[in-house]
């Protein structure tokens, strides 16, 4: 029974393929991950800009117990980037002096909006003549969607390249080595095919190309074959 046949181009493009698939896959992953990591430090400092920038301003409204600042105060936290929830807490109260939720995420349950990102747990502190007056509690949720959608995009994006770079690389090399080698292989067979061992005269084969100034592996096959005819 006669093998079919293949071609070692093909064969050759499908390990290019393989090949530049698992190593663009793997060079994504590992600068994916990185830019997951420097946005998930980019939350953190968020979270510490807003001890920092609304700690004071808290403190000194609830203590004067104005709700009005205290509430324009969370409104502006509210504002900030992926920012879920609020919640102000005295020191012997366990349910929540004030409790806000983004508008984006009030038709979420509060466990489910508890699993989007990470918490942060701000003491809040006043001044007084007296000292330090740990006075409440701010708890803060932020959202991680915005930097897994970032990355699922990046994913995508990626992907897209990836693929037109590998089908764009492999199809450069399948022309190339169609041309230098393989249209010369099945020239060389179709020669030995049509031989005649009872007549070897003649040129002998030829591969048709322009002489360069160093022979190459199909040169170096093609005096072998003249050789052994």
């Known amino acids: ?21 698992l190593i663009a896959t793997i060079i994504s992953f590992f600068y994916l991950q990185n830019d997951y ?32 600042q205290t509430l324009n105060a969370i409104n502006g936290i509210l504002k900030l980037p992926d920012m879920v929830q609020v919640d102000i807490f005295s020191e012997d109260d366990p349910d929540p002096m004030l409790s806000k939720v983004n508008e984006k995420y009030k038709s979420l349950t509060k466990q489910e909006r508890k699993d989007l990102g990470i918490h942060k747990k701000v003491p809040i502190i006043q001044v007084t003549e007296e000292g330090k007056e740990h006075i409440a509690n701010m708890f803060l949720t932020v959202s991680l969607e915005g930097a897994k959608k970032k990355i699922k995009d990046q994913i995508f994006i990626f992907s897209i390249i990836q693929l037109a770079q590998v089908l764009l690389v492999s199809l450069i090399i399948w022309m190339i080595f169609k041309s230098l080698v393989s249209r010369h292989l099945s020239h060389m067979a179709k020669f030995a095919e049509e ?6 005269s003649g040129d002998g084969l030829k591969l048709g190309r322009k002489k360069a100034e160093k022979d190459d592996e199909l040169d170096d096959l093609v005096f072998s074959f003249n050789d052994m005819r």
């Open 37 to 68: 990591k420097k946005k998930l430090v980019s939350v953190q400092n968020q979270l510490v800009d807003i001890e920092k920038g609304y700690g004071d301003a808290l403190a000194s409204s609830i203590y004067a117990e104005d709700e009005d």
């Open 1 to 21: 029974m006669k093998a079919s046949k293949t071609s070692i181009a093909k064969k050759m493009i499908m390990w290019v393929v393989l090949s530049s698939i």
């Open 195 to 200: 031989m005649d061992l009872n007549d070897l």
